[in-house]
C-alpha cells in the first residue's frame, strides 16, 4: 500500500462507521480530533444503557461498551475476579476493568490490515456491535451484583452463564 493511502485509512475507517451510523439513524457524537466517536445504545442489564466509543486507528476499529457504573474500592478485587471468569473462553472481544478508577467495559476489535487494508463492512460493525451488547446483557445484572457485594464472582458467573 502507498504511504498516501496508509496516511488515510484512518479516515476511511471513520467514514465507514458514520455511514453505518446514517443507515441505521443512530444518534451519535461524530469522530473528534482524536479519531473518536460516541453514541448511547439500550441494554437489557438493569443499569438500561451503554456508552459506545468507536476509535478509529490507521490499522483498526475498537468498541469499547462502557458500563455506567463504577466499582467502588472495596469490591474491586471481587469484580476482578469476575471479569477474568467472564472471559475464559470468549472467541470474540473481552471485557476490561481499570483497578484504579473501578471502570468496567466490554472491548471489540476489528482489524482491518496494515499492508493489504479493508475498511470494516457494515456487517461486520453490526456484528461488533451486536455482539458486545449481547455480551453487556449476558454478564451485565450479575456484574452489578458483585459490584455492589450482593453475589460472589463464581455464582454470579453459574448464573449468568447458566443458559449455555
Keep these: 500500500?502507498?504511504?498516501s493511502d496508509k496516511s488515510n485509512t484512518a479516515e476511511k475507517i471513520r467514514?465507514?462507521?458514520?455511514?453505518?451510523?446514517?443507515?441505521?439513524?443512530?444518534?451519535?457524537d461524530p469522530f473528534n480530533k482524536r479519531g473518536v466517536a460516541h453514541a448511547t445504545y439500550a441494554a437489557e442489564a438493569k443499569f438500561g444503557h451503554v456508552e459506545i466509543f468507536f476509535h478509529a486507528y490507521k490499522d483498526m476499529l475498537i468498541l469499547h461498551f462502557i458500563i455506567p457504573l463504577k466499582t467502588g474500592k472495596e469490591e474491586r478485587a471481587k469484580v476482578g475476579e469476575f471479569i477474568l471468569?467472564?472471559?475464559?473462553?470468549?472467541?470474540v472481544g473481552g471485557f476490561d476493568f481499570d483497578f484504579d478508577d473501578g471502570e468496567v467495559s466490554y472491548r471489540v476489535a476489528l482489524y482491518c490490515g496494515a499492508d493489504e487494508f479493508t475498511p470494516p463492512t457494515y456487517e461486520q460493525?453490526?456484528?461488533?456491535?451486536?455482539?458486545?451488547?449481547?455480551?453487556?446483557?449476558?454478564?451485565g445484572d450479575a456484574l452489578v451484583k458483585v459490584m455492589f457485594g450482593l453475589a460472589e464472582p463464581e455464582d454470579a458467573i453459574s448464573a449468568a452463564e447458566g443458559d449455555d
Aim: no cysteine; hydrophobic share 40%; glycine share 6%.
Design 125 to 139: 460493525i453490526d456484528a461488533a456491535l451486536s455482539i458486545g451488547l449481547m455480551m453487556v446483557d449476558k454478564y
Design 85 to 91: 471468569r467472564a472471559n475464559y473462553g470468549l472467541k
Design 1 to 3: 500500500m502507498a504511504d
Design 15 to 28: 467514514e465507514t462507521v458514520e455511514e453505518y451510523f446514517k443507515q441505521e439513524k443512530i444518534k451519535y
